[in-house]
């Protein structure tokens, strides 16, 4: 057994204890564990403990990154202990846990660490940094939980370093009840650069969501780089101006105000293929988005020869749901299979999510190519076009070994047995499909959308409208009712939705997203709920949270 370790020397000014508390509550962690119970022993992390895991063995890759944040966590010179503990990592057999499952046990001298795959060791160390506090990759701490006590040497000048943090130990045995626990952001109308989604994917893994929906094409503008069509970053990333205000507070017939600033925004393929690593190396798999075929005025201005008007479109600064949609064709199909080749290089995921939301029917009714395609596929109807079109882009996606998402949408004219379908507008999609044998990600507005107010409108930023309170989120259940045990089973998990029109800084897009999210990974990973309790473990989180929100 080759023992990852790290062992720091140094000298002792003087020393700072936070004193401990006892807690009624057992783990303090979000989302709450399936079985746990309290020691009456301590258990203190400091530089002197040893990460221990066998190499080459799945274990191996999650102690590093352990030690790596622990490492940061004690970076400090340090006094010699008399004693050394460690954090042991044991490769386990018990079907129980699961791919995400493990056994967290806290003994006096070491904590054993048992799962049967990466993902489960991954989400034992994050329960464990959650424990003590530690914030995800080490570089926040907080003392606000009663079971946990920092020690920190001083050097006098108002610096401190942590010496160690010592908390009551527990056992924890845990395992997912959704194996797709998702969460989705909007990047088209307003963007967030490489270092603020890695930050949000920290955050994600911390509570140990593992899908991360990438909201990258919109009316707005166009978020990724396709190496065949420059057009898409040259022109279609860049929308000329952003309306000011709420789009609802207008009237009829209102001049919109734009606020006169150009907006341009896109990640190239070595940045994506950056993100995408980054959330792979914390069990999260990227779900790109690609929106088709309504949701496209951005691409039609750079690629007009794809739309029923040929011309005159413009990525929009407004929002709101827009008429220029893709013309359903051939040559289109060949345009956006294109794109999804690229997009299935960079993006190893199963599942791509092709959109298929809230496309007005207006220019396929009126262009005379959509109504031969209509025609020559024996079509009754532009609900049956738009079928069709799904239908013909899954069937690419599946020749290169991949499956579809589509939003509820795509039911209406006939879906194929193959196609999962998120249901956003309201659970009847979800039911719908899950009736009908396929599988289906619930995501309903009225619960799970975070880009609706939280609170009181009246003092809270601007939102898109609604109202999805934390209690709210925390109480919906994903399993939609008068399904039977098999049909249960196409349900195969959930998502909240951030859409992003109102949400123009990170800060706030964290404001927006917690604790809501913290509601949503305990929906979708345990299988009990206790409000109360949440709260109580949910003020635990809280300095974290606020950190987040705090402008750099
Ligand atoms: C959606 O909110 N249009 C999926
Ligand atoms: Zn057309």
Same mark, same amino acid.
């Given at each position: 057994?080759?023992?990852?370790?790290?062992?720091?020397?140094?000298?002792?000014?003087?020393?700072?204890?936070?004193?401990?508390?006892?807690?009624?509550?057992?783990?303090?962690?979000?989302?709450?564990?399936?079985?746990?119970?309290?020691?009456?022993?301590?258990?203190?992390?400091?530089?002197?403990?040893?990460?221990?895991?066998?190499?080459?063995?799945?274990?191996?890759?999650?102690?590093?990154?352990?030690?790596?944040?622990?490492?940061?966590?004690?970076?400090?010179?340090?006094?010699?202990?008399?004693?050394? +503990?460690?954090?042991?990592?044991?490769?386990?057999?018990?079907?129980?846990?699961?791919?995400? %499952?493990?056994?967290?046990?806290?003994?006096?001298? @070491?904590?054993?660490?048992?799962? +049967?795959?990466?993902?489960?060791?991954?989400?034992?160390?994050?329960?464990?940094? @959650?424990?003590?506090?530690?914030?995800?990759?080490?570089?926040?701490?907080?003392?606000? +939980?009663?079971?946990?006590?920092?020690?920190?040497?001083?050097?006098?000048?108002?610096?401190? !370093?942590?010496?160690?943090?010592?908390?009551?130990?527990?056992?924890?045995?845990?395992?997912?009840?959704?194996?797709?626990? %998702?969460?989705?952001?909007?990047?088209?109308?307003?963007?967030? *650069?490489?270092?603020?989604?890695?930050? !949000?994917?920290?955050?994600?893994?911390?509570?140990?969501?593992?899908?991360?929906?990438?909201?990258?094409?919109?009316?707005?503008?166009?978020?990724?780089?396709?190496?065949?069509?420059?057009?898409?970053?040259?022109?279609?990333?860049?929308?000329?101006?952003?309306?000011? #205000?709420?789009?609802? =507070?207008?009237?009829? /017939?209102?001049?919109?105000?734009?606020?006169?600033?150009?907006?341009?925004?896109?990640?190239?393929?070595?940045?994506?293929?950056?993100?995408?690593?980054?959330?792979? =190396?914390?069990?999260?798999?990227?779900?790109?988005?690609?929106?088709?075929?309504?949701?496209?005025?951005?691409?039609?201005?750079?690629?007009?020869?794809?739309?029923?008007?040929?011309?005159?479109?413009?990525?929009?600064?407004?929002?709101?749901?827009?008429?220029?949609?893709?013309?359903? +064709? =051939?040559?289109?199909?060949?345009?956006?299979? =294109?794109?999804?080749?690229?997009?299935?290089?960079?993006?190893?995921?199963?599942?791509?999510?092709?959109?298929? /939301?809230?496309?007005?029917?207006?220019?396929? $009714?009126?262009?005379?190519?959509? &109504?031969?395609?209509?025609?020559?596929?024996?079509?009754?109807?532009? *609900?049956?076009?738009?079928?069709?079109?799904?239908?013909?882009?899954?069937?690419?996606?599946?020749?290169?070994?991949?499956?579809?998402?589509?939003?509820?949408?795509?039911?209406?004219?006939?879906?194929?047995?193959?196609?999962?379908?998120?249901?956003?507008? #309201?659970?009847?999609? #979800?039911?719908?499909?899950?009736?009908?044998?396929?599988?289906?990600?619930?995501?309903?507005?009225?619960?799970?959308?975070?880009?609706?107010? @939280?609170?009181?409108?009246?003092?809270?930023?601007?939102?898109?409208?609604?109202?999805?309170?934390?209690?709210?989120?925390?109480?919906? *259940?994903?399993?939609?009712?008068?399904?039977?045990?098999?049909?249960?089973?196409?349900?195969?998990?959930?998502?909240?939705?951030?859409?992003?029109?109102?949400?123009?800084?990170?800060?706030?897009?964290?404001?927006? /997203? !917690?604790?809501?999210?913290?509601?949503?990974?305990?929906?979708?990973?345990?299988?009990?709920?206790?409000?109360?309790?949440?709260? &109580?473990?949910?003020?635990?989180?809280?300095?974290?949270?606020?950190?987040?929100?705090? $402008?750099?």
């Amino acid at each position: 057994m080759k023992k990852v370790s790290f062992l720091l020397l140094g000298i002792i000014f003087c020393s700072g204890v936070v004193k401990a508390q006892h807690t009624e509550s057992c783990s303090d962690i979000i989302p709450a564990p399936v079985e746990c119970k309290e020691y009456k022993h301590s258990f203190e992390i400091s530089s002197q403990t040893e990460v221990v895991a066998n190499v080459n063995r799945p274990e191996y890759k999650v102690a590093k990154y352990l030690e790596g944040v622990l490492k940061k966590v004690f970076s400090s010179p340090k006094h010699v202990k008399k004693y050394k +503990n460690s954090i042991n990592f044991i490769l386990s057999s018990d079907k129980k846990l699961g791919k995400e %499952g493990y056994v967290l046990d806290m003994g006096r001298k @070491q904590i054993t660490i048992e799962a +049967n795959e990466e993902a489960g060791f991954f989400y034992a160390v994050q329960s464990l940094l @959650q424990l003590y506090n530690i914030a995800p990759n080490g570089d926040y701490i907080w003392t606000k +939980n009663d079971s946990v006590a920092t020690k920190v040497d001083s050097i006098g000048n108002g610096t401190g !370093y942590m010496v160690s943090i010592r908390r009551t130990a527990v056992k924890i045995a845990d395992y997912p009840r959704f194996s797709y626990r %998702g969460k989705h952001l909007d990047v088209a109308r307003h963007f967030f *650069n490489v270092e603020e989604v890695k930050r !949000y994917l920290d955050l994600l893994a911390y509570h140990k969501i593992n899908r991360f929906h990438w909201h990258l094409t919109d009316d707005q503008g166009w978020r990724i780089e396709i190496k065949k069509y420059p057009l898409l970053t040259q022109i279609a990333s860049c929308r000329d101006h952003t309306m000011i #205000g709420h789009y609802k =507070d207008y009237k009829k /017939d209102e001049p919109v105000r734009y606020d006169g600033k150009k907006y341009c925004a896109f990640y190239t393929q070595e940045e994506i293929k950056e993100i995408v690593q980054y959330a792979a =190396d914390r069990y999260i798999t990227v779900i790109p988005e690609i929106e088709m075929p309504g949701h496209s005025c951005a691409v039609l201005e750079a690629y007009p020869q794809y739309s029923c008007r040929k011309s005159g479109i413009k990525a929009v600064g407004s929002w709101g749901v827009f008429e220029d949609v893709l013309c359903c +064709n =051939d040559s289109t199909f060949r345009f956006m299979e =294109d794109i999804l080749s690229e997009v299935c290089e960079l993006f190893p995921s199963e599942y791509i999510h092709i959109g298929g /939301d809230e496309c007005p029917k207006t220019r396929w $009714k009126e262009c005379p190519i959509c &109504q031969r395609t209509m025609k020559e596929q024996g079509l009754k109807d532009e *609900n049956e076009l738009q079928s069709y079109f799904i239908r013909t882009i899954e069937k690419f996606l599946l020749s290169k070994g991949r499956r579809i998402i589509g939003w509820d949408e795509i039911l209406d004219g006939g879906v194929t047995r193959t196609a999962t379908i998120m249901s956003w507008r #309201g659970e009847k999609g #979800g039911y719908a499909a899950a009736k009908d044998g396929n599988d289906a990600i619930m995501v309903p507005e009225q619960y799970l959308y975070f880009n609706w107010y @939280q609170a009181n409108p009246e003092t809270e930023p601007l939102a898109f409208s609604g109202l999805t309170p934390l209690e709210k989120v925390y109480h919906y *259940n994903p399993i939609p009712e008068g399904l039977n045990a098999e049909e249960q089973k196409h349900i195969i998990g959930l998502q909240a939705n951030t859409w992003t029109e109102y949400i123009d800084n990170f800060p706030l897009l964290m404001y927006m /997203d !917690y604790p809501r999210t913290a509601a949503l990974s305990e929906i979708g990973w345990s299988s009990s709920r206790d409000y109360d309790k949440f709260l &109580q473990r949910l003020k635990i989180l809280t300095p974290l949270y606020r950190k987040m929100q705090q $402008k750099k």
